[in-house]
């Protein structure tokens, strides 16, 4: 039974189709002409579009390990026994995350998701930005908290800020007096 890789560039491909249908109805959206605003409804998702197109370009013409070059041959390395050379190849594996399974991994992320739409409006957004970046950090494996919870709260208030003041949208303020 012959399996469907998706490789690199075929998901790339994918992605920059998407993209362009995605940014072609971003410019399709209607000025808003009533009242004159700063910020156009489309701005965002025709920026979004592009920033997808061009990252799909770059994901085409990444270089994967297939097209490096192979390194030179060393001299040859002393056998590891079978059980150490398991013990190695999973240190040698990037963690990211709790867990060993991508989907659970996945699962969980998209649960955060699903709580941090949940605590918006009673939390706020501020409050329940800055729990869903900082819970993040730690759970992605980031072990300083308290850096955890500084990037979470200024990240939180940044764009709190930006968006209230700068783009003069009505964000939950929750049990926060601003």
């Known amino acids: ?4 890789r998706f490789t690199q560039r075929k998901l790339a491909v ?5 993209a362009v249908a995605y940014t072609v109805q971003a410019y399709r959206i209607p000025e808003f002409t009533a009242v004159e605003t700063p910020v ?3 701005a965002l998702p025709r920026v979004l ?3 997808l197109l061009a990252l799909s370009v770059a994901l085409f013409f990444q270089k994967t390990k297939q097209d490096q ?3 030179p041959t060393k001299a040859p390395e002393p056998r590891i026994e079978p059980q150490t050379a398991a013990a190695v190849a999973e240190k040698a594996r990037p963690i990211i995350g709790r867990f060993s399974d991508t989907r659970l991994e996945l699962a969980v ?3 955060a998701i699903a709580l941090y739409a949940v605590l918006f409006v009673p939390l706020g957004f501020v409050l329940s930005t800055a729990l869903f970046v900082s819970g993040t950090a730690w759970h992605l494996g980031y072990r300083k908290h308290w850096v955890n919870a500084l ?3 200024g990240v939180a208030l940044v764009l709190y800020l930006a968006m209230s ?3 003069d949208v009505a964000l939950p303020t929750g049990p926060l007096p601003f």
């Open 1 to 4: 039974m012959h399996h469907f």
């Open 14 to 18: 994918v992605l920059g189709i998407l």
């Open 40 to 42: 156009q409804p489309g």
């Open 49 to 51: 579009g592009v920033v």
């Open 69 to 71: 070059a192979p390194e």
């Open 109 to 111: 992320l998209l649960g």
């Open 151 to 153: 990037v979470g709260v």
């Open 165 to 167: 003041e700068g783009l």
